[in-house]
């Protein structure tokens, strides 16, 4: 079964510095990859997708996130951070013939100081 | 277009009730997930339907059960309510094309179990 570790539970950044949000996946194949954002009370976001292809994937709102399967890992990545970036960050797998389940990791919690 | 929505936004009930949660996908997805997000247990997929047919189920008891109208609107029930069912339900829905896992998901339903 796949599994997704999300090292960092709580981040805590400077407006305008740059962030890095880890994520590491388990999984024999190559799986789907997913990055979603949370705000409080509210449902979640997509951010950015990887199934195949260039390992490096642009998404929404300035993010990206690399591939890297040598080390399981799809961090994501942001050169500059706005205060309203404030929010969970969570990392997903999902895999082939899984239909619709994702599994989660447990989410980082991003604070930034303004 | 609309996004997913989830009725209601907010519920109390109290231990033993049973409870509906009602999800209305994008117009023209099929495919309906549920997850349960609680603070420790994290996000865990419950169950998928398409085309009115559980496709997927999570490792949930069986307290927990949905189904799919054919207009592809989906409720989920819980019956005899434990303190632990307390979270915020999420549905997600998915397009009909392609073969990705790629959901869009709805603001949730917040139940609190007394």
């Known amino acids: 079964a796949q599994s997704v570790t999300q090292p960092d539970i709580h981040i805590t950044v400077s407006e305008g510095a740059s962030l890095e949000l880890r994520c590491n996946y388990s999984?024999?194949?190559?799986?789907?990859l997913f990055w979603y954002v949370q705000s409080p009370g509210q449902g979640l976001q997509l951010l950015l997708k990887?199934?195949?292809?260039?390992?490096l994937v642009q998404g929404i709102k300035g993010f990206e996130a690399e591939f890297k399967r040598s080390q399981s890992s799809f961090n994501l990545r942001k050169p500059s951070v706005h205060w309203s970036d404030a929010a969970e960050y969570f990392c997903?797998?999902?895999?082939?013939?899984?239909?619709?389940?994702?599994?989660f990791g447990t989410g980082t919690q991003l604070k930034v100081e303004l | 277009k609309a996004g997913v929505t989830q009725t209601p936004r907010y519920l109390i009930k109290t231990r033993g009730q049973q409870v509906t949660l009602s999800c209305s996908p994008i117009?023209?997805?099929?495919?309906v997930s549920w997850y349960q997000q609680t603070p420790g247990q994290g996000l865990q997929f419950l169950f998928e339907?398409?085309?009115?047919?559980?496709?997927n189920k999570g490792n949930f008891p069986g307290r927990f059960s949905g189904r799919q109208f054919s207009n592809s609107r989906s409720e989920m029930n819980v019956s005899t309510l434990e303190l632990g069912d307390s979270a915020l339900y999420l549905c997600?829905?998915?397009?009909?094309?392609?073969?990705?896992?790629?959901?869009?998901f709805g603001p949730g339903t917040r139940l609190t179990v007394l």
């Open positions: 117009s023209g997805h099929r495919s």
């Open positions: 990887y199934f195949s292809g260039d390992t």
């Open positions: 997903a797998v999902g895999v082939a013939g899984g239909g619709n389940k994702l599994t």
């Open positions: 339907y398409f085309s009115e047919t559980q496709r």
């Open positions: 999984y024999g194949a190559t799986p789907y």
């Open positions: 997600a829905s998915r397009p009909t094309s392609g073969t990705y896992n790629e959901q869009f």
